[in-house]
């Protein structure tokens, strides 16, 4: 596992294409401290979450801020000095323009990571991968099976702006009219129960989630994403960041509780299955994204 390691390690330069962002985000002025040495003074960092069950979202009994990422980031961030974690809960289509913006200091939100995204802000190595799924009505009267399933019918597939199912879709050729987005997670689920939409697309979790919570609607059997070309897709999260220092710090905590199993308890405590994570364990940032 140490060779795995130092592999991963020596990956980092593979996502050195956003100096531009780094460097605005940390700032020109000599004598600053570094973003982590700020964050490790005041013991607190702001993340950005976008409210979805199970991956990032506000506990409306608690008002804790929980899920898998948040929970993920909480043990890593202890390691490096930050106990306190703080959230701005945004739409998950301004995940990273509220990160680039500083409105909060990283994503913990269960983020996929692919290559458009890493050209805007940096991502850590993974920590889960999964596979996709639909919420239909109950009995699945039009027969769906997949995003390519939904263009051979009338269907209309809800997706979040923002996330990866709308590339999905539109690679599954899907044509425009049967495509219908909405600015936020839940929306899409309000959308089917009032007859809106035929289909809300979203990884297999949390579309089981919703189905569990919704009379009349059920979740299809997950199935991989596929590319233009009909090749599969790896869905793969992570957290993402503007400072490179800062990433750093946090992969090579991360990679080390990936190591001994503990960043693999909280996943699946969290989403269910331990295989979501052991899937990730010896794939980088760089894997995911070309780089």
Sequence with gaps: MQNRTRRKRLKFVAVLGVLALIAAACGDDAGEGSLLEELQESGTITVGIANEIPYGYEDETTGEIT???????????????????????????ALIGGLQAGNYDMIAAGMYINADRAEQIIF???????????????????????????????AVLAVASGTVNVQYAIDA???????????????QYDAIRAGRVDAVSGTVLTVTEQANAMDGFEALPSFPARDADGEPILGCGGFGFLDQEFRDAFNEVLNRLQDEGVVQDIVEEHLGSRDVAEDAVDLTVADLTGG
């Design 67 to 93: 899920g898998e990422a948040p929970e993920v980031a909480k043990v890593v961030l202890a390691e490096l000095g930050i106990d306190n974690m703080d959230a701005q809960v945004v739409e998950f289509g």
């Design 124 to 154: 850590s190595d993974p920590d889960y991968c999964i596979n996709e799924s639909m919420l239909v009505v109950e009995g699945n009267p039009l027969g769906l099976t997949d995003y390519a399933s939904v263009a051979d019918t009338d």
């Design 173 to 187: 050729g899907i044509p425009d009219d049967q495509i219908e987005e909405f600015a936020g997670i839940q929306d």
